[in-house]
């Protein structure tokens, strides 16, 4: 029996794969999907990044569709919009991928 793929899921899929094909970025998914909303500065904190790059992640992220964010008096909060960015990262680290 042959497995019908579903068009707009995998093209969902490939576009997550795309927004988040970076390490900086995963590291900000993975920090976020352990704390429901951080602020830039908590995050760049919290992975000892450089502000002004994790500013420009989360910014991408955002647009994209990835992250949304909030603004509570000075600060800009980040959450996980796109709740299936952690599994999908977790499937994909556990897949065995030969590179030739």
């Given at each position: ?68 964010s ?30 030739f």
């Amino acid at each position: 029996m042959e497995r019908q793929l579903d068009h707009e899921r995998v093209e969902k899929i490939a576009f997550v794969l795309k927004t988040v094909a970076h390490p900086m970025r995963v590291a900000i998914i993975d920090a976020l999907s352990v704390n429901e909303k951080m602020s830039v500065n908590d995050i760049t904190a919290y992975l000892g990044l450089e502000q002004s790059l994790t500013s420009h992640h989360l910014s991408n992220m955002k647009m994209k569709g990835v992250l949304g964010s909030k603004r509570e008096g000075k600060n800009i909060f980040y959450f996980l919009k796109m709740k299936e960015a952690p599994e999908l990262i977790k499937i994909l680290e556990d897949v065995n991928v030969m590179v030739f």
